[in-house]
């Protein structure tokens, strides 16, 4: 399965958007102080059209330092991966966490180590995360900004609730 999403990411890789939405984490910067509340309007149940395939995206209100996420890719009626994590409060900033998993929830990372995105920026509207960011578009709308590892691209996820 992770084949073939690689393959799905290869092909698609023409129509990822060149346009920088995204910011990189700078060391001698670090991270801004921020809150969950800064970051609220994450919250809730979303559903969008990527990968080439339906995308579900749901995110829990903020309880114990953190806002826990999953995300679900099906791709021809199959689940093609999930990812499962979270973005906690962590000395005074947030930090986004992630993994991975097949449709069989076999994880794709080692279980000791996760995906981690370090804070770059905050605005009323924005969340900035190393190569990831997240977008209100309004109440009911957001868009997310991935760059690929893999391709160094960046794409653009559209998630309705």
């Not at 346009?19 to 969008?48: C, F, M, R």
Request: proline fraction near 2%.
């Amino acid at each position: 399965m992770k084949s073939l999403l690689f393959l799905l990411l290869f092909i698609l890789g023409n129509t990822f958007s060149y346009s920088q939405n995204t910011l990189n984490y700078n060391d001698e910067k670090g991270s801004p102080k921020a809150s969950l509340q800064d970051v609220k309007w994450i919250v809730g149940n979303w559903k969008g059209e990527a990968l080439g395939g339906i995308c579900q995206e749901t995110w829990s209100e903020p309880i114990g330092n953190s806002m826990m996420f999953s995300f679900k890719l099906v791709v021809d009626g199959k689940v093609a991966f999930y990812e499962l994590g979270h973005i906690i409060e962590k000395e005074k900033t947030l930090l986004l966490q992630l993994k991975h998993f097949d449709g069989e929830l076999k994880g794709w990372e080692k279980a000791e180590v996760s995906e981690n995105f370090r804070l770059v920026k905050v605005t009323p509207t924005h969340v900035y995360f190393d190569k990831f960011t997240f977008e209100k578009i309004s109440d009911n709308e957001i868009n997310i900004y991935v760059v690929f590892e893999d391709s160094g691209k960046e794409m653009k996820f559209n998630f309705k609730k």
